[in-house]
Antibody, heavy 122, light 107 residues
Framework: EVQLVESGGGLVQPGGSLRLSCAAS????????MSWVRQAPGKGLDWVAN????????NYVDTVKGRYTISRDNAKNSLYLQMNSLRAEDTALYYC???????????????WGQGTMVTVSS | EIVLTQSPATLSLSPGERAALSCRAS??????LAWYQQKPGQAPRLLIY???NRATGIPARFSGSGSGTDFTLTISSLEPEDFAVYYC?????????FGGGTKVEIK
C-alpha cells in the first residue's frame, strides 16, 4: 500500500522556523514529483511547493517564496519542507502529496498523507 | 495566476439525485483540470484528472467534462458517502491553483 506520513508540525511563534518531513512507503519514491499542499482551518486547499525527481527543480507559490524550501532525500524516501520567517497566515494543515508528472500518468495529486498541523501564534 | 471559481458554494440534494458541480477558470487551462473529494477530517481524494479521466478505483457515477474555461463534475446518483466538499485544480500553469470548493450536503 502506498503511504505518505507527515511529521514535524507544531506551535511556533511568528518569525520562527519549522521543518516538516514526509515519509513515503509502498512506492518507488524517486520516480515521482512530490508536493506540499496546505489547508488553513475551515478553508480550502492551497498548493505550496513542488519538487522534481532528483531535487533540481523547485516551484513555489509566491506567498512562500524566499521563506520556504522544499527538498527530498531519495535514499531515505523522504520529502521535507523547511519553513522560515513564519507568519500567522501560514497556520494550516500541511499535506504531503504525490504528483506523478510524466506521460501517461494522471499528473494530479493522487496520493495524500493525513497532514501535519502548523500553528503560528505568540 | 489562474483563478478557479466553483459554483454553487453549497448544493443541497437528496440521495439518489444527480449533482452537477461547476468550475470556471479565469483563462483557458485546456483539459488540465482535476477534481478532488474531501470528507471532514480526511485528506482529499483524487476523483478525476485531465477533465474527464476517472482515477483508479473511482466509481462510474463520477464523471467529468469540459475544456478551456468551463468544467463540470457530475455525480449521476448520489450515494450517502458522496456528501462532501469537492475541489477543482488546474495544472496548466504555475502556480497550481485550486477552486474554493463546493459542499454537497444532504437536503
Amino acid at each position: 500500500e502506498v503511504q505518505l506520513v507527515e511529521s514535524g508540525g507544531g506551535l511556533v511563534q511568528p518569525g520562527g522556523s519549522l521543518r516538516l518531513s514526509c515519509a513515503a512507503s509502498g512506492m518507488t519514491f524517486s520516480n515521482y514529483w512530490m508536493s506540499w499542499v496546505r489547508q488553513a482551518p475551515g478553508k480550502g486547499l492551497d498548493w505550496v511547493a513542488n519538487i522534481n525527481l532528483d531535487g533540481t527543480e523547485e516551484n513555489y507559490v509566491d506567498t512562500v517564496k524566499g521563506r520556504y524550501t522544499i527538498s527530498r532525500d531519495n535514499a531515505k524516501n523522504s520529502l521535507y519542507l523547511q519553513m522560515n520567517s513564519l507568519r500567522a497566515e501560514d497556520t494550516a494543515l500541511y499535506y504531503c502529496a504525490r504528483y506523478p508528472r510524466f506521460a501517461g500518468a494522471n499528473n494530479a495529486f493522487d496520493i495524500w498523507g493525513q497532514g501535519t498541523m502548523v500553528t503560528v501564534s505568540s | 495566476e489562474i483563478v478557479l471559481t466553483q459554483s454553487p458554494a453549497t448544493l443541497s440534494l437528496s440521495p439518489g439525485e444527480r449533482a452537477a458541480l461547476s468550475c470556471r477558470a479565469s483563462q483557458s487551462v485546456r483539459s488540465y483540470l482535476a477534481w478532488y473529494q474531501q470528507k471532514p477530517g480526511q485528506a482529499p481524494r483524487l476523483l478525476i484528472y485531465d477533465a474527464s479521466n476517472r482515477a483508479t478505483g473511482i466509481p462510474a457515477r463520477f464523471s467529468g467534462s469540459g475544456s478551456g474555461t468551463d468544467f463540470t463534475l457530475t455525480i449521476s446518483s448520489l450515494e450517502p458517502e458522496d456528501f462532501a466538499v469537492y475541489y477543482c485544480q488546474q495544472r496548466y500553469s504555475w502556480p497550481l491553483t485550486f477552486g474554493g470548493g463546493t459542499k454537497v450536503e444532504i437536503k
